[in-house]
């Protein structure tokens, strides 16, 4: 059957049959085609030129081509060539017919142009027929196939909308439908609930209505943008509505314009999308960035340190101010270091293992004192408060410590610590130097009761007892002396004295000490007047009991120096000797109360380790000042005061 029109060709494909092109520039060749392709049962479309072929490719699909290669104007070799250029054409077989003679055949260049054979003239009817038939039963098939895929694809098609309308209605999605025509809007019912409409159909205006008034001439901006001819078509946005009942609600909506026409006549006819609810989500969002900036305030402006780590290196990577101030670095340099950069080397083992089992879960949290090293190279003692952040399967994320300064603490423990055990020190120096003298007396009342009185043993015991009553007394004078000063109970009785008489009545007063120890004492004053405006038995005391340290802390027969000088407006007062001298780290603390110069009870010297410590008081109570100077171990000590003179003799030639 021959069909020759477009409304022939839509009826054949109706009923099964399909389209066999014939192309040759005689017609006695295509009625000669048509008989022998013609118990095929298909339709033979014949086309008498090159050109007319190509034509007829345009408008239709076909199972075969048939083509002559010597036509008049496009050859058959052409119009392959512009059949193949073509998308759904590239695939269509194509035998080629030539003469006998080969016409300048070249089956090489026929293949390359995707012919799958050809034929030489005269035809050989069977042989054609066969050929043919085998593209035309692939074609039928492959259209089979074809057609089940587009069924299947449309019963998907229709599945996927009744699943999404399902999805729209659970999620109480909006959807809507604009024409923008005739302004009509169209929603789904969830929709329609939403916005507050009587009805599903409605206006684009009344729907502006309902958006906020703040956030009306942006949405409008974006959405009129989607409509421009020029413009993308498609626009995603949140805004707010007011409901009629005054409820502001936040929406999320996402559509597509449909466009009519090319170029300047494209115009926007219709618009789809849809909205969701967010308000709860939005609420959400607003809770939560208000929860992270109270946060970051609070982690930035702690007053103690914070920071963030790694859960596996240790890398901080987060810190606040104050944890950069403590530690003495930048932000960026604190960075780069890990938990174990920081700690003091000592205690890095020990810290490593803390955070691992933190790490691992095997504690919870810990809070630890640690040493930590400042970038400056100075160690400070902090107590870190740790805990880990982890994901809802228990992985940790990230290791959280707060960091606080307790190095002024701990210095102040270590101050108490060294205060009481020098407080323990001074009660057993103490019990042992008022127990000393008891063991004389007591041997002296013994002999008193043996002897009789008068005798030489009788005085002899009871000179002992003298010196030891003596003894008792300069001890308990020295206590009692030390806690009036401790407590701002002494009174000082100031009057003007001279520098020589406090030195001469110091001298007299150390004299036996000095003596019994064997030490030469030289002594060097100023004939001037150096007047004071003090208490004369307190000054006497100052001298009296750094000659005493001198003697008691010089091996016999010692060198002890006492020089007086003036220097500008105060008296300088020098008391030097050759005894055991002071190790540099004494020389700060020699001053303190309890210091003990030996640490040993049973040592030659005695004391309780106060007189140095009450000098210093009673020197400053004058408004002086005293120091003391070693060489070392074993090259003796000056202890220096300097008290200011009266304001009659400060100006004195």
């Not at 050859?75 to 998308?87: D, N």
Request: proline share 4%; aromatic share 6%.
């Amino acid at each position: 059957m021959l069909a020759n029109t477009k409304e022939g060709w839509q009826l054949s494909r109706e009923v099964g049959r399909v389209d066999i092109l014939v192309v040759d520039d005689e017609p006695a060749n295509l009625l000669a085609l048509e008989a022998v392709l013609a118990d095929l049962g298909q339709n033979v479309i014949r086309a008498g030129s090159g050109d007319e072929a190509l034509r007829r490719v345009l408008e239709t699909d076909f199972a075969v081509i048939i083509m002559d290669l010597r036509m008049p104007g496009l050859s058959g070799f052409e119009a392959a060539q512009l059949i193949r250029t073509r998308s759904r054409s590239r695939s269509t077989p194509i035998i080629f017919l030539t003469a006998a003679d080969g016409d300048g055949f070249s089956a090489t260049e026929a293949y390359a142009l995707g012919a799958v054979d050809y034929l030489t003239k005269p035809l050989v009817p069977m042989i054609l027929r066969a050929k043919v038939a085998v593209f035309v039963e692939l074609y039928q098939k492959t259209e089979a196939l074809k057609a089940a895929e587009r069924e299947r694809a449309a019963v998907a098609v229709q599945e996927s909308e009744e699943r999404l309308k399902l999805a729209v209605d659970i999620a109480r999605m909006g959807t809507f439908d604009i024409d923008l025509l005739t302004d009509v809007v169209v929603m789904n019912e969830p929709g329609r609930v939403l916005l507050g409409f009587a009805s599903t159909q409605t206006t684009f205006a009344r729907v502006q209505e309902r958006f906020h008034p703040d956030d009306r001439d942006g949405v409008m901006s974006r959405v009129l943008a989607a409509f421009e001819p020029t413009g993308s078509g498609n626009f995603e946005l949140e805004h707010r509505i007011l409901r009629p009942n005054g409820e502001e609600r936040w929406l999320r909506v996402r559509g597509q314009t449909f466009f009519t026409g090319a170029g300047f006549a494209r115009k926007a006819v219709r618009c789809l999308g849809a909205f969701l609810d967010v308000t709860e989500a939005k609420r959400s969002e607003e809770a939560l960035r208000a929860s992270e900036e109270e946060f970051r305030t609070n982690f930035e402006r702690a007053g103690v340190g914070k920071g963030h780590a790694d859960p596996t290196t240790g890398q901080l990577v987060r810190v606040n101010p104050a944890f950069c101030a403590l530690m003495g670095y930048t932000t960026d340099e604190l960075l780069k270091l890990t938990i174990r950069d920081l700690t003091h080397p000592d205690e890095r083992d020990a810290s490593d293992e803390r955070f691992g089992a933190l790490m691992r879960g095997i504690v919870p949290q810990y809070a630890v004192e640690k040493r930590y090293v400042r970038k400056d190279g100075a160690t400070i003692w902090v107590r870190v408060t740790a805990t880990v952040v982890r994901t809802p399967a228990g992985a940790p994320i990230r290791a959280c410590a707060i960091i606080e300064d307790i190095t002024a603490r701990k210095r102040a423990e270590a101050a108490l610590a060294e205060e009481s055990r020098r407080k323990d020190e001074f009660l057993a120096i103490l019990a042992h130097e008022l127990r000393n003298p008891l063991a004389p007396i007591s041997n002296g009342l013994e002999l008193l009761k043996m002897y009789p009185a008068g005798g030489p043993a009788a005085e002899k015991a009871r000179t002992r007892m003298d010196r030891q009553l003596a003894h008792l007394i300069r001890l308990i004078d020295d206590l009692m002396d030390i806690s009036r000063v401790s407590r701002g109970k002494l009174e000082l009785r100031k009057d003007r004295v001279t520098v020589r008489m406090v030195v001469e009545n110091a001298l007299d007063a150390s004299a036996p000490l000095l003596e019994a120890a064997g030490h030469q004492i030289s002594v060097t004053i100023p004939s001037e007047p150096l007047v004071l405006h003090a208490d004369a038995v307190r000054i006497t005391q100052i001298v009296s009991n750094l000659l005493n340290n001198a003697a008691k802390y010089t091996p016999s027969g010692g060198r002890v120096a006492l020089a007086v000088e003036r220097e500008e407006g105060t008296a300088v007062i020098r008391i030097s000797d050759s005894g055991v001298g002071l190790e540099a780290d004494m020389l700060p603390k020699v001053f303190e109360m309890f210091t003990q110069v030996g640490k040993t009870l049973d040592r030659a010297q005695g004391g309780l380790g106060i007189g140095l410590a009450l000098v210093k008081r009673l020197v400053e109570m004058h408004g002086g000042a005293i120091s003391a100077e070693s060489p070392g171990l074993g090259h003796g000590s000056t202890f220096t005061v300097k008290l200011p003179l009266a304001e009659s003799t400060r100006t004195l030639p």
